[in-house]
């Protein structure tokens, strides 16, 4: 059974640039949310969807957004881009009380 | 959402036993206990999960006593490649619409 996918593994974008991130659930998994992992803020919650609903929003800005599409993939989007976006931003998904997690996505912005 | 707390580090030498306890005295009644663990630069690795007594499994053991406002998680005979942050989440994860919440976690040390 094939794990949850992330992609791309690693970016670099300019200050101001928007950039799009896509997860792919593991097969079945309806439940997909998503992750900032910064050195000095550690794990924090992004968002979550579920059926292509959000239903839950951590608290970031609005220019974190994100949707999920029919077959359940993910994507989330960072807009006018900051230098303290770089970070890992990482995927889970879940179909009950168990979540996996994704490689990850290392965004660099400079 | 139960809060947790756990150890900032931890050592140990290759061949060990390592039991890293988690404290979370507000634990909820339909909560699970969570562990993973986490190398640098890629996603937590899902480990072990349980609601009461004993779970085992190919990797790890979890305990868990009657009252459930802690749990260690034992790691039988660590190798340096067991290295890692490992972090114990509390809470039903469907439920919560998704939000995991992390701590530190525990950076654990492993030396030949």
């Known amino acids: 059974k094939a794990g949850v996918t992330q992609t791309p593994r690693y970016l670099i974008k300019t200050r101001g640039q928007q950039v799009t991130l896509s997860c792919s659930p593991i097969?079945?998994?309806?439940?997909v949310s998503w992750y900032q992992q910064t050195p000095g803020q550690g794990l924090q919650f992004l968002f979550e969807?579920?059926?292509?609903?959000?239903?839950n929003k951590g608290n970031f800005p609005g220019r974190f957004s994100g949707r999920q599409f029919s077959n359940s993939r993910s994507e989330m989007n960072v807009s006018t881009l900051e230098l303290g976006d770089s970070a890992l931003y990482l995927c889970a998904s879940s179909q009950g009380t168990e979540a996996f997690f994704g490689q990850g996505t290392r965004l660099t912005v400079v | 959402l139960a809060k947790t707390t756990q150890p900032i580090s931890m050592d140990s030498y290759e061949g060990q036993e390592v039991n890293i306890t988690c404290s979370h005295n507000n634990i909820a009644t339909n909560d699970y206990i969570t562990w993973y663990q986490q190398f640098p630069s890629q996603g937590p690795r899902f480990i072990i999960q349980g609601y009461k007594t004993k779970v085992t499994n190919e990797v790890a053991s979890l305990f868990i006593p009657a009252d459930r406002k802690s749990s260690t998680l034992s790691l039988p005979r660590v190798s340096l490649s067991d290295t890692a942050v490992y972090y114990c989440l509390v809470g039903r994860f469907y439920n919560q619409g998704g939000k995991l919440i992390f701590g530190q976690g525990t950076e654990l040390s492993v030396k030949p």
């Open positions: 097969s079945g998994h309806r439940s």
């Open positions: 969807y579920f059926s292509e609903t959000q239903r």
